[in-house]
């Protein structure tokens, strides 16, 4: 009997695990990849006359927001000699490392494009292909596990005077380094970790910056240290599921205000940290007070003359560029949209929310299609490597029955609105918010199914009190879901003691 076929659209981090996993439970993974390397947007490419449309949205300085304890997967830790906060560059190492490790490159189609993927009578899936310089191809495959993530198609404002504004206008998607702006006066819309990133980084190198809030205020500041840890080191597994949410709030107030220092007047945060995704950038004010970045509310319209007014009246003179740091939009273009997005339901939400909005059970599952998935496709807070992993785990779990198949359709709508309901409460209504999650309730609903759960009374009989004091609280980290069950890792017990201060010693591998 064949091996049941599974098509894999993407590369990067979740299309890696996606494989590696596929192998472990004797599958046969084909992953479509439509560049030349592995790593997705960890991969810096250059903007450039033969790549105007790169794959990649980083920029060459960025660093990960999330310490390495926290991103790595869960049977390949990353070295725990690497700095807390890895440059890009070391992302894609790890990634390397990983797929030589289980030697996952042979499974890979590079230079592949997906054009489509259409559902057959028999539930199977017809994908039809193109591999640089040859003819197009189409493959039938019994699950497709769609790993292209969210940050590829840009998402732009629409201001009175864009199509007249003389200067450089360009998303966030297309900068690359300050030099490209050497002399120049730029203003940043947008204040999310890539608007802050930019800013900062401008400020430093150019004539003049400003930063634009679409909202009104500025957003939380996250500081990526605190007592000289990184601060998602705190977010134990106790803090965040026992200490009240006000509480939280009030620690995150105290600990940013006295690690970065207050908001400028007039544009404080005006919601409460835990109400919309976080956004670090530790040296933010330490740049507004030397002028070189300034803050100024939403733009009313740009002008031909090069000037930019403002919804408060005033104007900026001379602006030779925008750039836009205003988010992505979800899309598949090889996939009909009314596989991610139910069309049915659009009109229960604003039209600015549905733009965004995806409609999967679990995170993953459309309910009206069967053996299709979308993995990491969660804005999460938090680490997001570990849950692509959790969702590629549990996705193959299913393929292979180890788990309960899918419920009817209406329940699987239930759950979601219900998911829906919840983000709306917590979160300020917006884009960028529709498939917000955080890491310990995600990874853990899955993991609960999966039997990997780390259940107190049977970490503390096969591994004693203390390694369950760390996993209870110490570093948050996916590889304590590798203590117990199914594809559980020999490993692991002492890769949480390393990550949480023993001194190293030789791990086994998994």
Same mark, same amino acid.
């Given at each position: 009997?064949?091996?049941?076929?599974?098509?894999?659209?993407?590369?990067?981090?979740?299309?890696? !695990? $996606?494989?590696?996993? $596929?192998?472990?439970?004797?599958?046969?993974?084909?992953?479509?990849?439509? @560049?030349?390397? !592995?790593?997705?947007?960890? *991969?810096?490419?250059?903007?450039?006359?033969?790549?105007?449309?790169?794959?990649?949205?980083?920029?060459?300085?960025?660093?990960?927001?999330?310490?390495?304890?926290?991103?790595? @997967?869960?049977? /390949?830790?990353?070295?725990?000699?690497?700095?807390?906060?890895?440059?890009?560059?070391?992302?894609?190492?790890?990634?390397?490392?990983?797929?030589?490790?289980?030697?996952?490159?042979?499974?890979?189609?590079?230079? !592949?494009?997906?054009l489509n993927a259409s559902i057959?009578?028999?539930? &199977?899936?017809?994908?039809?292909?193109?591999?640089?310089?040859?003819?197009?191809?189409?493959?039938?495959?019994?699950?497709?596990?769609?790993?292209?993530?969210?940050? *590829?198609?840009? +998402?732009?404002?629409?201001?009175?005077?864009?199509?007249?504004?003389?200067?450089?206008?360009?998303?966030?998607?297309?900068?690359?380094?300050?030099?490209?702006?050497?002399?120049?006066?730029?203003? =940043?819309?947008? $204040?999310?970790?890539?608007?802050?990133?930019?800013?900062?980084?401008?400020?430093?190198?150019?004539?003049?910056?400003?930063?634009?809030? +679409?909202?009104? !205020?500025?957003?939380?500041?996250?500081?990526?240290?605190?007592?000289?840890?990184?601060?998602?080191? /705190?977010?134990?597994r106790f803090f965040t599921g026992?200490?009240?949410?006000?509480?939280?709030?009030?620690?995150?107030?105290?600990t940013t205000k006295s690690a970065?220092?207050?908001?400028?007047?007039?544009?404080?945060?005006?919601?409460?940290?835990?109400?919309?995704?976080?956004?670090?950038?530790?040296?933010?004010?330490?740049?507004?007070?030397?002028?070189?970045?300034?803050?100024?509310?939403?733009?009313?319209?740009?002008?031909?003359?090069?000037?930019?007014?403002?919804?408060?009246?005033?104007?900026?003179?001379?602006?030779?560029?925008?750039?836009?740091?205003?988010?992505?939009? =979800?899309?598949?273009?090889?996939?009909?949209?009314?596989?991610?997005?139910?069309?049915?339901?659009?009109?229960?939400?604003?039209?600015?929310?549905?733009?965004?909005?995806?409609?999967?059970?679990? +995170?993953?599952?459309?309910?009206?299609?069967?053996? =299709?998935?979308?993995?990491?496709?969660?804005?999460?807070?938090?680490?997001?490597?570990?849950?692509?992993?959790?969702?590629?785990?549990?996705?193959?779990?299913?393929?292979?029955?180890?788990?309960?198949?899918?419920?009817?359709?209406?329940?699987?709508?239930?759950?979601?609105?219900?998911?829906?309901?919840?983000?709306?409460?917590?979160?300020?209504?917006?884009?960028?918010?529709?498939?917000?999650?955080?890491? /310990?309730?995600?990874?853990?609903?899955?993991?609960?199914?999966?039997?990997?759960?780390?259940?107190?009374?049977?970490?503390?009989?096969?591994?004693?009190?203390?390694?369950?004091?760390?996993?209870?609280?110490?570093?948050?980290?996916?590889?304590?879901? +590798?203590?117990?069950? &199914?594809?559980?890792?020999?490993?692991?017990?002492?890769? =949480?003691?390393?990550?949480?201060?023993?001194?190293?010693?030789?791990?086994?591998?998994?």
């Amino acid at each position: 009997m064949s091996k049941p076929r599974i098509a894999i659209i993407g590369a990067g981090a979740s299309g890696l !695990t $996606c494989i590696k996993q $596929c192998l472990a439970d004797d599958l046969e993974p084909v992953c479509f990849e439509a @560049f030349s390397s !592995t790593a997705g947007l960890w *991969r810096y490419t250059e903007v450039n006359e033969e790549n105007k449309d790169p794959h990649s949205s980083i920029y060459k300085s960025v660093i990960i927001n999330t310490s390495k304890e926290m991103s790595t @997967f869960s049977d /390949f830790p990353i070295p725990h000699d690497w700095p807390y906060f890895m440059h890009n560059k070391l992302v894609a190492k790890y990634f390397d490392l990983y797929a030589e490790r289980f030697q996952l490159i042979p499974h890979i189609k590079f230079n !592949t494009t997906v054009l489509n993927a259409s559902i057959l009578p028999d539930q &199977r899936w017809k994908v039809r292909y193109v591999t640089k310089g040859e003819d197009e191809i189409e493959s039938v495959f019994d699950y497709v596990m769609v790993c292209t993530g969210h940050h *590829r198609y840009p +998402r732009l404002p629409k201001y009175k005077g864009m199509d007249k504004f003389k200067g450089i206008q360009i998303h966030s998607h297309f900068y690359r380094e300050p030099t490209d702006f050497k002399n120049k006066r730029v203003v =940043i819309v947008g $204040c999310g970790n890539s608007g802050m990133d930019i800013s900062v980084e401008l400020s430093e190198n150019i004539e003049q910056a400003y930063i634009c809030v +679409r909202r009104g !205020t500025l957003p939380w500041i996250v500081p990526r240290l605190v007592y000289g840890k990184p601060v998602d080191h /705190f977010t134990s597994r106790f803090f965040t599921g026992w200490i009240p949410q006000f509480i939280q709030n009030l620690l995150f107030k105290s600990t940013t205000k006295s690690a970065i220092g207050p908001p400028p007047p007039g544009f404080e945060p005006k919601t409460a940290p835990s109400s919309h995704h976080p956004t670090m950038k530790t040296n933010f004010y330490e740049r507004l007070s030397t002028g070189t970045l300034i803050v100024k509310p939403n733009i009313s319209q740009l002008n031909e003359d090069g000037s930019i007014e403002f919804v408060d009246g005033t104007k900026v003179e001379n602006i030779d560029a925008v750039i836009y740091a205003t988010g992505y939009q =979800i899309e598949f273009p090889f996939l009909d949209r009314d596989i991610v997005c139910d069309k049915d339901v659009l009109e229960d939400f604003d039209e600015e929310y549905r733009e965004n909005l995806v409609w999967l059970y679990k +995170r993953m599952f459309p309910p009206k299609y069967p053996n =299709i998935a979308f993995i990491g496709l969660v804005q999460l807070i938090g680490a997001i490597f570990p849950l692509s992993e959790m969702q590629a785990r549990y996705v193959i779990s299913l393929v292979k029955g180890y788990v309960p198949p899918n419920p009817p359709i209406s329940e699987m709508h239930k759950e979601i609105r219900e998911h829906q309901k919840v983000l709306q409460k917590i979160f300020y209504k917006s884009p960028r918010h529709t498939i917000e999650g955080y890491f /310990f309730p995600e990874l853990d609903s899955l993991a609960k199914d999966l039997g990997c759960y780390p259940y107190p009374m049977q970490i503390i009989r096969k591994y004693g009190f203390s390694l369950y004091l760390k996993v209870l609280f110490g570093i948050p980290n996916s590889i304590q879901y +590798r203590l117990l069950g &199914r594809q559980s890792w020999d490993g692991a017990a002492d890769a =949480i003691r390393v990550y949480n201060g023993y001194e190293p010693y030789k791990i086994k591998q998994s």
